[in-house]
């Protein structure tokens, strides 16, 4: 848009004209440099040029004021290099559609631009300074901050040692070490004394769970009840924290985004004055200010030192912290905080789905315009359903139907001129709204795509069942580019071996250094029986079930306190239950609970409490759900657990596939699609029992591949394991 201007200017018109301006206040100097969109000496004008595809009628108020002070700062800037009298400030709307262009015009004197430059700059230097005193207060607590807990535990030194170096080196760091160790205050603690020396600029603590974002803002109260000065910021989603939920981010639509930039420098400085800022600060200061709580977290972050968030804010391709990383100079360091779970999210992030039924939904309340596109989509999908497919009911590519991604783009651009012209528009029909994020997604992936994507077609009799899938086999490439955009990462975890796996799987360097930490606990403080006389491979099931129901009763008539059952799947756990009441289970007096598939994530309300409050509870639940990881049960919460199997993944087309890809690009297609990630949520499990340096507790396993070498070896190499004798 900005060459098809120019083109239009007279010859006296200079574009890109660079400006320059030094700015002293109070001790704190300011550089400002930049580039006018046009400057005509002749007829002494400075232009801003703004392209749109609405009449600029339509844009708001805020937004138009917005440009033309940075028109103005270019006019001061150039009145000061040239010595000019008076400048004509104008800002010109190019509508990249029409070609047409409307203009706003102001004339100022020397000295109206030099008043509002020196007070903008003012404020901003104001703004610094108070910036800057915190620094130094954060580098002056930094210099004396002491290990709030007394003494380094057993293995929390090492851990501090190893984080601190892998910072100043700007290297990439892997680290194993059981629960309890008190992982998190080992590794914020070296990443905060960093600061002080100027080893890094930020740091983020990722976390793939909410017990972890808990534990990290504990142990920086911790901190600061010891003397710690640091500005924290925890980041909530916008589903959870928006004010206005269903209305769009606009000021036509949201009180909370009208005159959102007018009052966000208030809410800033009140902000930052608020060491730890809480999801309870950031809607507090919301209400105080008017201002969307979201946007104001999100523009916080160039001024944090250290940011809490979800492995979404570095990973997903919208990632919030990850772009900051990439746009700005500042070197960020992640810790992220149960490492293990981040390929699985990973493949969640980048993945898209499209389905026909939804074309045709969306396209029954369309405008014209966007039938149309919608038209095209539908008609591209007809065709690849008529294409020879791989079964029946399904297909798998390794390249995308470019006439596919043409109809989405149309669709893009169809959606994009609406918005333009009507922005609140796609929040009063959801359904054309959630397409359009679908497609949005759909984009991504197409412009991440490699070989180590899948586009999958699936279809059942229904005439509008075809369903389109973008699917990523394996994101070590794409967590590998947000990693290089980082300073230093830190991922660790009770569970990250074999590195030979986790290493690659999380997009690690070769060179990524790992240590397995020696355990604080003694060997004895968790005994471990195997009981290998059960077969529970899935052909088997049926014959065995007396047998593990035998098991698991004489087991829980010998383990008196609470105790958690682990089965891989829903109706494996049913089959047993059912099996464990036909030969005694009532006859235990004990408090039974059973996890449910509709319970979700909301069981945790109910079983944790029940586990805290008695001592006589036997739950059944998943391996690898909510239960199997990232709980917190203490002393006598939980004292034993017994687990069904070796959590080996479903066999299905998406398991296949990955054994397919590793066994080309790593020779080990069972291993890393099946062997690993099983044993891990196995280990994981095996984690819940002992958590305090005071705890002790039993486990037992149950299957036949315990008594296998290549089983046996990925156990936890820190408890006592000994072999199951029935009483």
Sequence with gaps: ????????????????????????????????????????????????????????????????????????????????????????????WFNIDSGEEELV????????????????????????????????????????????????????????????KCIDQAGQLMMEAPTGIGKTAAVLYPALKALGTGKHDRIAFITAKTVGRHAAEETLRNFRDVGLRVSALSLTSKERICFSPGKACHGDDCPFARGYYDRLPAALEAAMEIPSLQRVDIEGLGREFDVCPYQLALDLLPWIDVVIADIHYVYSLTATLGSLALQDDRRWTVLLDEAHNLPERARRMYRASLSKADVMAVKRTASPALAAALNKINKSMLALQREHWLEPDYDSRNELPQALLQALQDFLA??????????????????????????????????????????????????????????????????????????????????????????????????????RMDSPFAPEQLQVFLATGVDTRFARRGESLPALARTLLQWLQQEQGNCIVYF????????????????????????????????????????????????????????GGVFGEGIDLPGQQLTSVAIVGVGLPQFNRDTEQLRAWYQQHHGAGFEFAYLYPGMLKVD?????????????????LIDSRYGERQYRQLLPPWWSYQAWQEP
């Design 105 to 164: 015009s102001q004339l100022y004197s020397q000295a109206e631009l030099a008043e509002f430059l020196e007070a903008t700059l003012v404020r901003f230097s104001h703004w610094l300074q108070a910036l800057a005193e915190l620094r130094q207060q954060r580098d002056l607590s930094l210099s004396t901050l002491s290990f709030p807990y007394g003494e380094f535990r057993a293995g929390q030194r090492e851990i501090a040692e190893l984080v601190y």
């Design 684 to 700: 994981q499990a095996l984690g819940r029992v002992v958590r305090r340096a005071e705890d002790s507790g039993r486990a037992l």
């Design 414 to 515: 169809a959606i994009g001129e609406r918005m333009a012209a009507e922005p609140a528009s796609l929040h009063r029909q959801p359904l054309l709204l959630d397409f359009y994020f679908a497609v949005l997604q759909f984009q991504r992936l197409v412009d991440n795509w490699g070989e180590d994507f899948r586009f999958e077609l699936s279809r059942n009799k229904g005439r509008q069942s075809l369903l389109l899938d973008l699917k990523c086999l394996d994101p070590a490439r794409l967590l590998g580019e947000r990693h290089a955009a980082l300073h230093a990462v830190t991922v660790f975890s009770a569970t990250l071996s074999p590195h030979s796996w986790t290493r690659p799987a999380l997009g690690l360097q070769p060179n990524a250094v790992f240590r």
């Design 568 to 623: 891989p799947s829903y109706r494996y756990l049913q089959d047993c239950l059912d099996q464990l009441r036909r030969t005694g289970l009532e006859g235990l007096s004990r408090s039974l609970w059973v996890q449910r598939p509709e319970q979700g994530d909301t069981g945790q309300q109910d079983l944790l409490p029940l586990l805290e409050q008695q001592r006589d509870v036997v739950a059944l639940c998943i391996l």
């Design 1 to 92: 848009g900005h060459q098809r201007v120019y083109r239009r200017r007279p010859d006296s018109y200079r574009s890109e004209f660079p400006v320059a301006y030094r700015h002293d206040n109070s001790g704190l100097t300011l550089l400002l440099r930049g580039r006018a969109d046009g400057y005509d000496p002749e007829r002494g004008i400075v232009e801003e040029i703004k392209t749109c595809r609405v009449r600029p009628d339509l844009i708001p108020e805020p937004v138009t004021r917005m440009h033309l002070a940075q028109a103005r700062i270019y006019a001061a800037i150039i009145a000061s290099q040239e010595d000019l009298a008076q400048l004509e400030v104008h800002l010109t």
